[in-house]
């Protein structure tokens, strides 16, 4: 196994990635308006470039693609913090659809004709899950309504989703309700395994987030003088941005290490270590950015946002290192 990306891979990120450039160029703007996802761009990446069925089988009309590449989809969109519903549908979803073998609605999503979304909390963990159906991402733009009940995963066709305030304003959440008949049973399913599958990936979306954060940072401090020399020239913030890119290096590598293996080991060891990372970097990005950062114009606080609502979803930094303390067999 490599943690080197492949010429394909490497094809796909640059096929994602001058899309973006030229598509995604001003998130704020869309996120306050009323409709913060951006459809016309999520039907392009999914009916141009295929992004919505990478995770699906050929039979179902998907790619077949491995969670490397899907794994690739995410830095990119952590790098634009891209308002499409990539990670809730092609991912979460998709995966909970994989387990049940449910191939009428796989190949409606890999056709780019619905969205789909799994009811399930969004700070819900492999480890501890909580109750109910509030605080889910990307319901309210799925046309497929997922839960699961008591080990049994179900399609809500009647679902009616109640938006609420989220801190991340480029992937909102919200409640979803439905009643008691409105329900049609798909089969049983892993929910720890499918958070799991979704936690392992996420790390790359953190990815892409501190990449952009730190890539940002070091441009600006090139440009931005201070006493007649750039900012960048001071020895202070030479160090800190040398520390700063360690941890993103390290980050791809757990990232990547995540996504190849899929093992319980390298997903907590992905979570613990990039959720922290992708929030670090983000806060350092504001700080060094100076009085421009703190302003509502610049996009910097989106990425903040990002990495902190990513931080405590499907696990907390901490719940994933209890984990991984009680993998490898250590006391916490």
Same mark, same amino acid.
């Given at each position: 196994?490599?943690?080197? @990306?492949?010429?394909?891979?490497?094809?796909?990120?640059?096929?994602?990635?001058?899309?973006?450039?030229?598509?995604?160029?001003?998130?704020?703007?869309?996120?306050?308006?009323?409709?913060?996802?951006?459809?016309?761009?999520?039907?392009?990446?999914?009916?141009?470039?295929?992004?919505?069925?990478?995770?699906?089988?050929?039979?179902?009309?998907?790619?077949?693609?491995?969670?490397?590449?899907?794994?690739?989809?995410?830095?990119?969109?952590?790098?634009?913090?891209?308002?499409?519903?990539?990670?809730?549908?092609?991912?979460?979803?998709?995966?909970?659809?994989?387990?049940?073998?449910?191939?009428?609605?796989?190949?409606?999503?890999?056709?780019?004709?619905?969205?789909? %979304?799994?009811?399930?909390?969004?700070?819900?963990?492999?480890?501890?899950?909580?109750?109910?159906?509030?605080?889910?991402?990307?319901?309210?733009? %799925?046309?497929?309504?997922?839960?699961?009940?008591?080990?049994?995963? @179900?399609?809500?066709?009647?679902?009616?989703?109640?938006?609420?305030?989220?801190?991340?304003?480029?992937?909102?959440?919200?409640?979803?309700? @439905?009643?008691?008949?409105?329900?049609?049973?798909?089969?049983?399913?892993?929910?720890?395994?499918?958070?799991?599958?979704?936690?392992?990936?996420?790390?790359?979306?953190?990815?892409?987030?501190?990449?952009?954060?730190?890539?940002?940072?070091?441009? @600006?401090?090139?440009?931005?003088?201070?006493?007649?020399?750039?900012?960048?020239?001071?020895?202070?913030?030479?160090?800190?941005?040398?520390?700063?890119?360690?941890?993103?290096?390290?980050?791809? %590598?757990?990232?990547?290490?995540?996504?190849?293996?899929?093992?319980?080991?390298?997903?907590?060891?992905?979570?613990?270590?990039?959720?922290?990372?992708?929030?670090?970097?983000?806060?350092?990005?504001?700080?060094?950015?100076?009085?421009?950062?703190?302003?509502?114009?610049?996009?910097?606080?989106?990425?903040?946002?990002?990495?902190?609502?990513?931080?405590?979803?499907?696990?907390?930094?901490?719940?994933?290192?209890? %984990?991984?303390?009680?993998?490898?067999?250590?006391?916490?």
């Amino acid at each position: 196994m490599t943690l080197l @990306y492949s010429p394909d891979e490497e094809d796909l990120r640059s096929a994602v990635r001058d899309l973006l450039k030229d598509r995604c160029t001003d998130v704020l703007a869309r996120v306050e308006t009323a409709q913060p996802y951006d459809l016309d761009l999520w039907k392009t990446l999914s009916r141009e470039i295929g992004v919505a069925g990478l995770l699906i089988p050929e039979e179902y009309g998907g790619a077949g693609a491995t969670p490397r590449e899907a794994g690739v989809v995410l830095e990119e969109l952590g790098r634009f913090v891209a308002p499409v519903p990539f990670f809730t549908s092609s991912v979460l979803a998709t995966k909970a659809l994989l387990e049940v073998g449910a191939g009428e609605l796989l190949e409606r999503l890999a056709g780019g004709e619905a969205t789909a %979304a799994l009811a399930v909390p969004f700070s819900a963990s492999p480890y501890r899950i909580p109750s109910g159906t509030a605080n889910v991402a990307g319901a309210d733009v %799925a046309d497929i309504v997922l839960v699961v009940e008591d080990g049994v995963l @179900y399609q809500v066709p009647g679902a009616r989703v109640e938006l609420v305030s989220s801190l991340d304003m480029t992937r909102p959440v919200g409640t979803v309700s @439905y009643g008691s008949g409105d329900k049609v049973r798909l089969g049983e399913v892993d929910l720890p395994g499918v958070l799991g599958f979704g936690a392992a990936l996420l790390a790359s979306e953190q990815l892409g987030v501190a990449e952009w954060c730190l890539q940002t940072t070091l441009d @600006y401090v090139k440009t931005r003088y201070q006493f007649a020399r750039p900012v960048g020239s001071f020895q202070a913030i030479k160090h800190r941005l040398a520390d700063l890119w360690l941890d993103v290096v390290r980050a791809r %590598a757990a990232a990547r290490n995540a996504v190849s293996e899929l093992s319980p080991i390298a997903t907590a060891t992905a979570q613990a270590w990039n959720a922290d990372v992708a929030v670090h970097v983000a806060e350092d990005a504001v700080q060094l950015h100076g009085g421009i950062g703190m302003t509502w114009e610049h996009p910097v606080h989106l990425y903040l946002k990002r990495a902190k609502a990513t931080q405590i979803a499907l696990g907390t930094p901490g719940d994933h290192r209890e %984990a991984l303390a009680s993998l490898v067999g250590l006391e916490m």
